[in-house]
């Protein structure tokens, strides 16, 4: 039987809510745009870039829209590229990835950021080969259309009842329900533990040694 757990990535596996919020406020004040208040932001990671300006600025028409997710992208390359990104892993991401690998699950990722983005976080925390599916924004619709969840079972190998999604919006917990797979809920990134349970995720979860046992629960 295949195993699958399919992760978020910012505010499940890394934290990268400082950055996220400092290149969305480069970015609108680029674009000549009021800054969104950093709350609004961080209620948004999980969504592909587009959707989330979308959502902090629904009255933009899509060229503004186009010109803010540029700045943005531009302003995190660059902040990247300068070394000032700051994307930690959680306190015991690392240990679990590696020990559910030794045990045989097979991992994935889904998430809103971008290939590129993806690739360099996961290659700067050395866990890059633990996964064998990435799912990004660059290829999907945004969550929480199941198309990146789809993927990743498909590339996996997996059957629905045989893969559990991990997150920490509600965004990943409506993905996962919509098609039937099972979902944890992380209470260490950007929705509230009921807004997950609301959202269907079958617990919440506050440290990696309690998803650990989640995991296991569900998927025996």
């Known amino acids: 039987m295949t195993r699958l757990a399919v992760f978020d990535c910012d505010g499940t596996l890394v934290d990268g809510q400082a950055d996220v919020c400092w290149a969305m406020a480069r ?23 587009t959707a989330a300006v ?11 829209n186009r010109a803010v997710t540029e700045f943005y992208r531009s302003s995190f390359r660059a902040r990247r590229e300068e070394g000032l990104l700051d994307e930690p892993l ?35 925390h050395g866990i890059a080969d633990l996964f064998v599916s990435l799912q990004t924004a660059d290829r999907h619709p945004s969550k929480p259309h199941p198309a990146m969840l789809e993927a990743a079972l498909f590339e996996a190998g997996a059957q629905r009842a045989e893969a559990v999604m991990i997150g920490d919006t509600s965004f990943d917990m409506a993905m996962a329900k919509s098609i039937g797979v099972a979902a944890i809920g992380v209470g260490w990134g950007y929705h509230g533990a009921d807004e997950l349970a609301a959202s269907g995720a079958a617990c919440v979860v506050e ?14």
């Open 207 to 220: 440290t990696s040694t309690q998803l650990a046992a989640a995991l296991e629960r569900l998927l025996p």
């Open 27 to 49: 970015a609108f004040a680029r674009a000549g745009l009021p800054v969104p208040d950093d709350h609004a932001v961080r209620r948004t990671v999980g969504l592909s870039l």
């Open 90 to 124: 959680y306190d015991g991401i690392a240990d679990l990835l590696r020990g559910l690998h030794a045990d045989g699950w097979s991992l994935a990722v889904a998430t809103g950021k971008s290939d590129r983005g993806l690739a360099a976080c996961l290659a700067t």
């Open 54 to 64: 979308r959502r902090l600025a629904p009255q933009l028409g899509e060229d503004d």
